[in-house]
């Protein structure tokens, strides 16, 4: 497994060099832009709690959310993805119930 090496920058400063050695991607079918980017958009405001050991891309296309994570330790790529599908659910739920007229 290759390692990336890079530099993290925070509120303008730079952290220590880290490497980003474990890494899980994520694809959630909605079969609908509109459903993806509501999921999205609700997600999009939740940072990672450690930029500098935890990093979290996300896009939607084609009416997936796709999420790509990349983390220095596995444990903390555990957390940041379990911690991440509870609150992925809880949105797909919220559209499942209060949406209008719109099923998953």
């Not at 555990?78 to 719109?102: C, H, N, P, W, Y």
């Amino acid at each position: 497994m290759d390692a990336i090496v890079c530099d993290v920058t925070t509120e303008g400063k730079t952290l220590r060099p880290c490497h980003w050695e474990f890494s899980c991607d994520f694809e959630v079918d909605y079969e609908s832009e509109e459903n993806a980017q509501i999921v999205y958009s609700a997600l999009a405001v939740d940072k990672e709690l450690q930029p500098d050991k935890v990093k979290r891309q996300m896009t939607v296309s084609n009416g997936k959310l796709v999420v790509h994570f990349e983390a220095v330790e596995a444990r903390f790529l555990r957390a940041s993805f379990s911690a991440f599908v509870d609150v992925l659910t809880l949105a797909t739920k919220t559209i499942e119930e209060f949406g209008q007229g719109m099923e998953l």
